[in-house]
């Protein structure tokens, strides 16, 4: 049971992660290789899913934060958002060890994988249509990968889109709502959550308890 984050190397990319010199979205190349120039000890590639590979629930957020992921090189990892994110899957016991927003923090998860459905960090953290598009194929394999997947739980309302894509469900019969449960086919069901951002918890759109309540759930349902 593998509990680390795949590292492709440039030019071979696994089933489910793209490579580290991806270019299949223009802008988002073009952005990486800025920062990779402004701060070159920074991870600056796309960020591979993170947990483990026995997981029965996927966690699929957005994509890398630009000071988050995108610097650290692991989901939700250096932002505020991986904050919310890893202190509730330690209370849930989806995760071991302590989170100290850092790739070699040595912490793990337990039961879950944590991936994004953009791989790229986007400038303004705003994937466009296409770019999640295009991504959609890495998230679509990545959750094929996973054989004992029961759950999974979908951060925003992109998550939740590129989530239900991957799998050729229609948007349609699957509405976003926070804490909204949907049974997608036998043994497979998506839970929705407002993104555990800065920005919404600042508003009170969402709320720990709220979050919490949510992600308990999802993990019941494993």
Same mark, same amino acid.
């Given at each position: %049971?593998?509990n680390?984050?795949?590292?492709?190397?440039?030019?071979?990319?696994?089933?489910?992660?793209?490579? @580290?010199?991806c270019?299949?979205?223009?802008?988002?190349?073009?952005?990486?290789?800025?920062?990779?120039?402004?701060?070159?000890?920074?991870?600056?590639?796309?960020? +591979?899913?993170?947990?483990?590979?026995?997981?029965?629930?996927?966690?699929?957020?957005?994509?890398?934060? /630009?000071?988050?992921?995108?610097r650290?090189?692991?989901p939700?990892?250096?932002?505020?958002?991986?904050v919310?994110?890893?202190e509730?899957?330690?209370?849930l016991?989806?995760?071991?060890?302590?989170?100290?927003?850092?790739?070699?923090?040595?912490?793990?998860? @337990?039961?879950c %994988?944590?991936?994004?459905?953009?791989?790229?960090?986007?400038p303004?953290?705003?994937?466009?249509?296409?770019?999640?598009r295009?991504?959609? #194929?890495? /998230?679509?394999?990545?959750?094929?990968?996973? +054989?004992?997947?029961?759950?999974?739980?979908?951060?925003?309302?992109?998550?939740?889109d590129?989530t239900?894509?991957?799998?050729?469900?229609?948007?349609? #019969?699957?509405?976003?709502a926070?804490? #909204?449960?949907?049974? *997608?086919? +036998?043994?497979?069901? *998506?839970?929705?959550?407002f993104?555990?951002?800065?920005?919404?918890?600042?508003?009170?759109?969402?709320? +720990?308890? %709220?979050?919490?309540?949510?992600v308990?759930?999802?993990r019941?349902?494993?």
């Amino acid at each position: %049971m593998s509990n680390k984050a795949a590292q492709p190397t440039a030019g071979q990319p696994t089933a489910a992660e793209p490579p @580290s010199d991806c270019v299949l979205c223009p802008r988002l190349a073009e952005f990486r290789g800025a920062n990779q120039r402004a701060e070159p000890d920074w991870f600056n590639a796309p960020v +591979p899913s993170f947990g483990d590979t026995s997981a029965r629930l996927l966690i699929v957020g957005l994509a890398p934060g /630009l000071k988050g992921a995108n610097r650290t090189g692991r989901p939700f990892t250096g932002d505020y958002a991986g904050v919310l994110l890893y202190e509730t899957l330690l209370a849930l016991g989806l995760a071991r060890g302590t989170y100290d927003a850092s790739i070699d923090d040595g912490l793990e998860l @337990s039961g879950c %994988m944590i991936t994004n459905a953009v791989r790229c960090v986007p400038p303004e953290n705003k994937p466009t249509t296409e770019e999640a598009r295009t991504c959609n #194929a890495f /998230l679509a394999a990545r959750i094929a990968s996973l +054989p004992n997947l029961a759950v999974i739980l979908a951060l925003g309302r992109i998550a939740h889109d590129a989530t239900l894509s991957s799998l050729g469900a229609r948007r349609a #019969a699957y509405p976003f709502a926070h804490g #909204a449960r949907h049974e *997608l086919r +036998p043994g497979l069901t *998506l839970f929705d959550s407002f993104h555990c951002s800065r920005y919404n918890t600042n508003t009170g759109r969402l709320t +720990p308890e %709220m979050f919490r309540d949510v992600v308990g759930a999802a993990r019941a349902a494993i």
